[in-house]
């Protein structure tokens, strides 16, 4: 069996989705066909002698729709190039429609009574039926052949009706007046509905196009070409061209273009889109290296051990896409009982016009057809069209004045549901940014401190080590730059323990505990015994440790680390209280992730997790039964967030990650997020409430308008005051859904 993902253009909502999804089973040799309305695509599973994808576009091409099936960037370029050009013209159909609908409704308001006006409201009508609002009668003509109904079926169904009832008032008006009835036309009905729906089709596909772009970013990690030594000569070769055991050079400031090992040199690597932690990482000649990182200063070879889709960050891209392809579609509710109202609207206003005639004949016919095209008019999906994104809207507005941005809105719906929270550590839970926590000198010399200060800050200056910069940022902040800097000389690194120079003929030091144990090895006094104590406590914090020092004694002891956010602890206690699992995930070590897990409260967590492992850790928790919301800001958290129920962003993150997830907290503050969850539930409650609402009138309306209190009380309900009822439940909707923003 071969397994393939391609694209279906031209699906307007998920009834076309499984439409396409059993043209596509039923073809031979296709085992399983899976639509993802929500990312155009499709993924085929299928018998791996069956070549010819020719046949299977012809197959959704019958269907009405299209399947691209060139594969490569060929394939992406068309793509994208077809969502555009649907974007545009659907962005123009709206715009032209409020355009023609406008001047409808104005009159139809204001001039009801003069029916010399009917024949421009017909003329402007017709565009907006038959060019604009097209697609409502083709998708719904096409729905009604699958044998189902959706709310495009419901949309052409009551703009058709009232439209052409409407034409035939505007020009036999006296059929109704021979019978004491006002002939009424109700363009302004017909034509509003398209506009209404048509502009919330365009947000929705304006928010879709949105979702690619994480993609592309990852990609752009990824540079085109390398510099490879072939016959010990350097040639630029383009990415693709590069085969597993060729050794490629990488400058200072240059990304990593494949997975590899080091074969020579030595420099730092900023690994943070991988791992997620803040310091580089120090490479040698055997440690591996990955495709999108950083080189920061030393220039080295290494040997490509994955090329192509092998690499780590090819494998991440391919994650976030499988994982938002496997996402399931927002679940249309109105789509759903729309399947079953609309053939029962069309039953229930064919009996009304079948008891009518029986009856009385052709003497009640005339209250049977305008009864029956009440109950047609009456059930018109406004109310049911605005009940759920109206209460979305608000709610997202709401979150926005929060600091909480929803750029999907099906995040809102899905996090009342969430019962376990993964956080990612490093710029979620602490700052994600390495400070200088502690400084203790340890010489008690003023004097002493002022001379050689400016000795430590040149060290660090020169210094390729991650933690330099941030104890140059605190001197600086403390003390400001040393206005005579210190002329050091002869400085060397010392692999793996740090840096020695020479200042005024004097041997200075800068290093680990290991480094400082060397140096004091010869004449330990109590000052190495104290400094060896603070540094262990220090240490057991979770924290990197630099000693500075002179000959045989340590001066200075400076605690480095990514310090917890203010608000995390009471955050985290409160989603406990709210009966939410907590977890954490890090790409730090053990110790470290020990540390902050016990001062925020956290049980649940995993040390040295790389983003395959985060995304192991998601599926983990689903595959128990539990709805997770992922909270994260990197690039190595991308695969996790798409993999997540519900994504989270935070707003001082990497674009990438705000582009997968569903939701940003602009702030980076997880203090935020029980307010998110606070938010869902009274969403939810209140897209409920609308759909009650939406659907009582069409209850206590659709029998009215069948004409059940005309034998006992002589009432009949004219289309118009259907009409009007129809609006006041859309009015209610609103006005209901605005109740949140208080």
């Not at 694209?7 to 089973?25: D, P, Y």
Request: glycine share 8%.
């Amino acid at each position: 069996m071969a397994k393939k993902n391609y694209t279906v253009t031209g699906m307007t909502c998920a009834s076309c989705a499984m439409g396409v999804e059993k043209g596509l089973s039923a073809q031979p040799g296709v085992k399983k066909a899976v639509v993802n309305f929500a990312d155009n695509s499709v993924t085929l599973e299928f018998d791996d002698q069956l070549t010819d994808s020719v046949k299977l576009k012809q197959s959704v091409q019958q269907l009405g729709y299209d399947m691209i099936v060139e594969e490569g960037e060929n394939a992406a370029k068309l793509k994208e190039e077809q969502q555009e050009s649907h974007y545009r013209k659907l962005k123009i159909r709206t715009i032209l429609a409020w355009g023609f609908s406008m001047p409808i409704m104005v009159m139809s308001m204001f001039f009801m009574h003069h029916h010399y006006l009917n024949i421009p409201m017909m003329l402007l009508s017709l565009p907006v039926l038959a060019i604009f609002g097209r697609s409502f009668y083709v998708n719904g003509f096409k729905a009604v052949l699958r044998g189902s109904a959706n709310m495009d079926t419901l949309v052409a169904l009551s703009t058709a009706i009232a439209f052409l009832f409407s034409v035939f008032n505007t020009f036999f008006p006296e059929y109704w007046i021979a019978r004491g009835i006002e002939p009424m036309v109700y363009y302004e009905a017909a034509t509003m509905i398209i506009a209404f729906v048509l502009l919330g089709k365009f947000l929705e596909e304006r928010a879709k196009g949105n979702t690619s772009s994480a993609i592309k970013k990852l990609m752009g990690l990824q540079p085109k070409s390398a510099i490879v030594l072939r016959d010990g000569e350097p040639v630029e070769v383009p990415i693709s061209q590069i085969l597993v055991g060729e050794v490629i050079v990488v400058k200072p400031g240059e990304k990593v273009p494949l997975d590899g090992v080091l074969k020579s040199g030595e420099s730092y690597v900023n690994e943070s889109m991988i791992s997620g932690e803040p310091l580089a990482a120090h490479k040698r000649v055997g440690d591996n290296v990955l495709a999108g990182t950083i080189n920061q200063k030393g220039t080295f070879t290494f040997e490509a051990l994955k090329v192509g889709g092998d690499t780590l960050l090819a494998q991440i891209i391919k994650t976030v896409k499988e994982a938002q392809g496997s996402k399931a579609p927002v679940q249309r509710i109105a789509d759903k009982i729309a399947s079953i109202f609309v053939p029962v609207v069309i039953s229930i206003s064919l009996i009304t016009l079948a008891v009518w005639i029986l009856a009385g004949g052709e003497q009640l016919f005339a209250k049977g057809l305008l009864s029956a095209i009440s109950v047609l008019v009456i059930a018109c999906p406004c109310a049911l069209g605005l009940a759920t994104p109206t209460a979305l809207m608000v709610g997202i507005g709401k979150g926005a004045q929060q600091h909480i941005l929803i750029k999907d809105a099906s995040a809102l719906e899905q996090m009342r549901r969430v019962n376990a929270v993964v956080l990612d550590k490093t710029g979620t839970i602490t700052e994600g940014r390495p400070i200088v926590t502690d400084w203790q000198w340890l010489t008690e010399d003023e004097s002493e401190r002022e001379r050689y200060l400016p000795v430590l800050f040149a060290m660090e200056e020169v210094s390729e080590h991650p933690l330099a910069s941030a104890i140059t940022d605190y001197i600086k902040q403390n003390w400001g730059v040393p206005e005579k800097r210190s002329q050091i000389s002869n400085f060397t690194t010392i692999s793996g323990l740090g840096a020695e120079a020479k200042y005024d003929d004097k041997k200075f030091w800068l290093g680990s505990i290991r480094m400082m144990n060397t140096q004091v090895a010869a004449n330990v006094s109590d000052i190495a015994n104290r400094a060896t104590s603070l540094s262990e406590k220090l240490s057991g914090e979770g924290k990197s440790i630099a000693v500075f020092g002179k000959g045989y004694v340590p001066m200075v002891i400076v605690a480095v680390s990514d310090k917890i956010k203010d608000t995390s602890a009471a955050a985290i206690a409160k989603l406990h209280e709210m009966g939410i699992e907590v977890h954490m995930l890090t790409g730090d070590n053990q110790k470290n992730a020990n540390y902050v897990a016990s001062k925020v409260g956290i049980t649940h967590f995993k040390a040295g997790a790389l983003p395959q492992d985060k995304d192991n850790y998601i599926v983990e928790l689903q595959s128990q039964g539990k709805v997770v919301a992922m909270a994260g800001d990197g690039i190595n958290d991308s695969q996790a967030l798409s993999r997540a129920n519900v994504s989270i962003a935070m707003g001082k993150g990497t674009d990438i990650a705000m582009d997968v997830a569903m939701m940003t907290l602009i702030t980076s503050d997880i203090a935020l997020l029980p307010k998110a969850f606070d938010l869902s539930k009274r969403t939810v409650k209140l897209i409920r409430q609308n759909l009650f609402w939406a659907f009582i009138y069409n209850i206590i309306g659709i029998p009215i308008a069948a004409g059940v209190l005309y034998p006992f009380t002589g009432i009949l309900l004219s289309p118009m005051i259907a009409a009007a009822a129809m609006a006041f439940s859309s009015v209610s909707v609103v006005l209901n859904s605005l109740r949140l923003s208080r």
